[in-house]
């Protein structure tokens, strides 16, 4: 089955900790990109990734970091420095230049307490 | 910094109605395209509008992007309790920047 999938879909983590959002797509997408969704508002943008070993910071980067050391994988990890990091993580992939269609995963709820 | 804007934010109608929602950008647009996420879900691409003054129709969807490639719309004709959940028009900024805008909530009254 092609797509894209995040793992996991409910995440608790304490206070002061770092945690790390998987995203994994097998449909040979080239451009990947990370959302942060909270309760009633829009997708806003935390890092995109055009191509492998490669990333851009998006609207809202403090407090987060990316790697794009394969093609499949973008994961996200939400570090201590992000002031509130409870939210809803929405990974997704488009096939990049020329085609920018996205595709999402079902989203990761990630509550800090 | 690079935007659109949506609006409305909230739209209540009877199931029956038509619906729209307004995206609108105050520089052109390369392309724009819309999404819909229900309740609890995650978005799913609708479409993708390029050409100015583009109409597309998906059943009772209609999309439209303006002469000037500034704005766009979605219009639901005699909307249906199925139609229940978020829209939200996207764009991508050189090349592969996609950003979305704050998206308007329907609901459906039976």
């Known amino acids: 089955d092609g797509g894209i999938t995040q793992s996991p879909k409910y995440l608790f983590r304490k206070e002061g900790q770092n945690v790390t959002l998987s995203c994994e797509q097998n449909?040979?997408?080239?451009?990947m990109y990370w959302y942060r969704q909270d309760p009633g508002q829009g997708l806003r943008l935390i890092y995109y990734?055009?191509?492998?070993?490669?990333?851009q910071k998006g609207d809202i980067a403090e407090g987060y970091s990316v790697s794009r050391e394969k093609k499949e994988s973008f994961p996200l990890t939400v570090t201590s420095a992000q002031k509130n990091p409870t939210a809803f993580y929405l990974c997704?992939?488009?096939?990049?230049?020329?085609?920018?269609?996205?595709?999402f995963g079902q989203g990761t709820r990630l509550t800090v307490v | 910094g690079q935007q659109v804007m949506q609006i409305p934010q909230y739209q209540h109608v009877q199931e029956g109605e038509d619906f729209t929602t307004y995206c609108n950008s105050s520089?052109?647009?390369?392309?724009i395209q819309w999404y819909k996420q229900r309740p609890g879900g995650h978005p799913v691409f609708l479409i993708q509008l390029v050409k100015s003054g583009e109409v597309k129709k998906q059943k009772r969807l209609t999309f439209q992007f303006g002469e000037a490639k500034k704005n766009s719309s979605l219009h639901i004709t005699a909307t249906q309790t199925t139609d229940v959940g978020t829209y939200f028009c996207a764009t991508t900024w050189g090349g592969s920047r996609l950003t979305f805008g704050e998206g308007t909530q329907l609901t459906v009254n039976p």
């Open positions: 997704a992939s488009s096939p990049g230049q020329g085609s920018t269609e996205a595709f």
């Open positions: 449909l040979n997408h080239d451009a």
């Open positions: 520089t052109t647009l390369s392309n």
């Open positions: 990734s055009q191509i492998v070993n490669d990333f």
